[in-house]
């Protein structure tokens, strides 16, 4: 399967610990995008690389949170301290080289519960 | 504030009927991205439309891009319960930024 894997898919944790998520891009997509989905809701934008430099982050991206993308291939989010508000779907998406689409492909997302 | 407002919110028919869902806002988009999503699964892409007017056909779906590229519908005819899910609809390139900027959704439900 060639498209984009998220890791790991379901994720349950105390409220205070650390949590990472990875996600793998479509091979040669340079642009990785990373939103977060709650029940009810279409998904919100938070942070997007291209290639390895992170060139956007929402005003919902709190300290808390950190993504990185070392080698612009794989990417990684991680939450500190977790709080039951970010109980949540994350999701991971990524588009190719022609900065004139915008057609992102999603993964199939890490759905995170904070006890 | 959402900028772009989806409707019907849910939405139940029967099997074999014709609906229509909007996906309206005030903003111009560069690009309007329809998405279906299964229950604990990431999005899904159906289409993309680029060009003010623009319709395009997968199938039993027609997708429409508004003259302006502020708004979107997608009809589906002849409903089968295999399309039943939550459709999104996201505008691409809003303010020149990357990110797409998603409606509430649609969820939809076919009965058989």
């Known amino acids: 399967d060639t498209g984009v894997s998220q890791n790991p898919r379901h994720k349950i944790t105390k409220r205070g610990q650390n949590v990472t998520f990875r996600c793998d891009p479509i091979s040669e997509h340079n642009r990785l995008y990373w939103y977060r989905q709650t029940l009810g809701q279409g998904p919100e934008f938070l942070t997007y690389f291209q290639n390895e430099a992170q060139l956007e982050k929402s005003r919902l991206l709190s300290d808390r949170f950190s993504a990185e993308r070392p080698k612009g291939s794989f990417s990684t989010l991680e939450i500190q301290r977790t709080e039951q508000g970010d109980s949540a779907m994350y999701l991971c998406a990524t588009a190719g080289f022609l900065i004139s689409t915008d057609t992102q492909y999603f993964g199939p997302g890490t759905r995170l519960t904070v006890l | ?112």
């Open chain 2, 1 to 112: 504030t959402q900028l772009l407002e989806q409707s019907p919110q849910f939405l139940s028919i029967q099997e074999g009927e014709n609906l229509t869902v909007y996906c309206n806002s005030s903003s111009v988009f560069s690009s309007l991205q329809w998405y279906r999503q299964e229950p604990g699964e990431g999005p899904v892409l159906l289409v993309t439309v680029v060009t003010g007017g623009e319709v395009k056909k997968l199938k039993r779906l027609t997708f429409q891009f508004g003259d302006a590229r502020k708004d979107s519908s997608l009809h589906i005819t002849a409903a089968q319960p295999g399309d039943t899910g939550l459709y999104l609809c996201a505008g691409g390139r809003i303010q020149g930024a990357q990110k797409l900027v998603f409606g509430q959704g649609t969820r939809l439900t076919i009965n058989p």
